[in-house]
């Protein structure tokens, strides 16, 4: 089968010319058979063709060769390596290109080639097959391009789309923070003619009356009651055979401190009903400013939460109490983040699982404030107090809270349901000293 050149490719990976060629012996499908002798001497070249005759050729430059054919002369020249490629005879200069089928003349299409399955045409069948191939790659390129550029606008509208879909889902959380902020700029106008309502003044009050204060006017003012009222239902609910320190929230202040504070409050009310500076907002920002600036951060926390086991100690919480806790942790310096529930062990019960289902709603005071270390010097995470917690590497504020709400803790490894502690982070605070 080598003898025709069947099965072997040239430079492009195509098929040969289907011919046979020898020393002496050529035989094509356009040429026939002829004999032929070459011999080089003196930097000529000289051929014998029984067929074409005699011919003495010599290369004058690279790509450039002349020669006598029978007493004709002939000039060939072949220039470039890239897409386009000058040639040079004694009929004139002419431009082709290469493709996937041979050569298409650009200024002479006559002189084209074509070569299918080993089978090389010239002339002008080569030159209308060369013309129809490349209008096809033509409209080829032509729908790739226009592929390119659907899918490129597909991508940037897709990506618009996304955009805009982020922003409207935004929407309602950014309206409602700038409802928020100019909530809070209106407030702050105010507090100052809100302060003014009071005898003695706020400044002069303990820190206990502040919290008593804030206290009833979130449960009580919050839900459309008195503070008198709301002052009868916490004592009422905090009775001795009620308290029980795992479910229910501490009230440490006396009822005569709470119906002292309530009747200030309603006197207020009451006189400046038609005031705006005298509305349940003014006055819970007042008095969180000023629990602010005569309590430590840890103690605004606890009288934060505990204000919030209150209210859901009592009655599911309204919207006005909603908002009026926002304006506490703003106006005391407070921030709390909303997180998802924390995943726990198999072990954990549904009441455990209920403890860590938000921020804030089922936290107290008083899972802060628990036992020391134990007496070997271990930190107990179920017991340790929130400052007790925060003395271990890598748990600061924000993961001390994490760790209380995942109590009670049956493993360290559930510590890695925080974010942040990994493998690395969980066996430092394993040689720290933990203990269970």
Partial sequence: MAFFNIGKKDKYGKQRRIEHRSKHLRISRTGGVALRKQVKAAGLTLTANSKHGVRVSTQVTPGTQVALQNGRFVLRGRYGRGPLRLNLSKSGVS???????????????????????????RGKKAANIQMIFMFGMLITAALQASLVVLAFIFQGLGHTLTLLWCWLSSLPQRLNAALTRRRNKKIKANLERTAQLFHPPVSQWTASQLRAALLLVITGWGRGLTAQAAATRLTQHQQPSDINQNSEPVLDISFSELEEI??????????HLEHAHADPYAITALFAQQLFECLPEQERIEAFLNTDDWIVALEPRTVLQEKLLEIFAEFAQLCFQMVEPQSVEPQATDQNVSETASTVDHLSAAHFMQSAPDSYGLINLNTASFEQLQTLPHIGFDRALDIIRLRPITHVSQLKAIKGIGPARLADIERAGVTL
């Fill in 95 to 121: 431009v082709s290109t290469r493709n996937a089928l041979g050569t298409f003349n650009l200024i002479k299409p006559n002189r084209s080639s074509v070569k299918i399955a080993g089978v090389q045409l």
């Fill in 262 to 271: 309530a009747q200030r409050l309603e006197s207020v009310r009451t006189a």
